[in-house]
T-cell receptor, first 109, second 114 residues
Framework: QKEVEQNSGPLSVPEGAIASLNCTYS??????FFWYRQYSGKSPELIMF????GDKEDGRFTAQLNKASQYVSLLIRDSQPSDSATYLC?????????FGKGTRLHILP | DTEVTQTPKHLVMGMTNKKSLKCEQH?????MYWYKQKAKKPPELMFV???????INESVPSRFSPECPNSSLLNLHLHALQPEDSALYLC?????????????FGPGTRLTVT
């Protein structure tokens, strides 16, 4: 059974600091990885996807993938109160996407 | 435009009612999905339509039945639901089947079964 592990948090980060969210996965053959942001009561929003080892940057967000160690992380620079949400790591398997349980991020004003 | 629309936004139904949830996308995506999400849990996949072929999560009760009238529309028919079926129901779509493609979610339908 493929698994995706995330620390459930809450992770509290001061406004303006870097928030670091981590995810590990069990299937060494996984090729693509997604990060979704979900505000309370809302639907998940795709914010980053990464397919290759290394870093991928998009605005204040950086996704990092290390296939050898089987982890993927999401860095949020200059954290804002509006970044407070649950962040879901997702890893595809043949018929579906496997979601981690999500990490609750709280940005302290 | 990565928009998936869902109606209704909220639904309250009794255990003897029959209702339907609707989902639509105009992105030309060929795969559409229904998920169920309970509070503080990740989404759970219920059904996948990929190139008009249905895949079912075997654990989904028969009181939920999907319908895909065309490649842009996906319905979820509800009948004789139980209070534990109360949840956020999410529709998603992706470019093609095969989970390497990123999925885009609609706003969801908040369902309450009384």
């Amino acid at each position: 059974q493929k698994e995706v592990e995330q620390n459930s948090g809450p992770l509290s980060v001061p406004e303006g600091a870097i928030a670091s969210l981590n995810c590990t996965y069990s299937d060494r053959g996984s090729q693509s990885f997604f990060w979704y942001r979900q505000y309370s009561g809302k639907s998940p929003e795709l914010i980053m996807f990464i397919y290759s080892n290394g870093d991928k940057e998009d605005g204040r967000f950086t996704a990092q993938l290390n296939k050898a160690s089987q982890y993927v992380s999401l860095l949020i620079r200059d954290s804002q109160p509006s970044d407070s949400a649950t962040y879901l790591c997702a890893v595809p398997s043949p018929d579906k996407i496997i979601f981690g349980k999500g990490t609750r991020l709280h940005i302290l004003p | 435009d990565t928009e998936v629309t869902q109606t209704p936004k909220h639904l309250v139904m009794g255990m003897t009612n029959k209702k339907s949830l609707k989902c639509e996308q105009h992105m030309g995506h060929r795969a559409m999905y229904w998920y169920k999400q309970k509070a503080k849990k990740p989404p759970e996949l219920m059904f996948v339509y990929s190139y008009e072929k249905l895949s079912i999560n075997e654990s989904v009760p028969s009181r939920f039945s999907p319908e895909c009238p065309n490649s842009s529309l996906l319905n979820l028919h509800l009948h004789a639901l139980q209070p534990e079926d109360s949840a956020l129901y999410l529709c998603a779509s992706s470019t093609a089947g095969g989970s390497s493609y990123e999925q885009y979610f609609g706003p969801g339908t908040r369902l309450t079964v009384t």
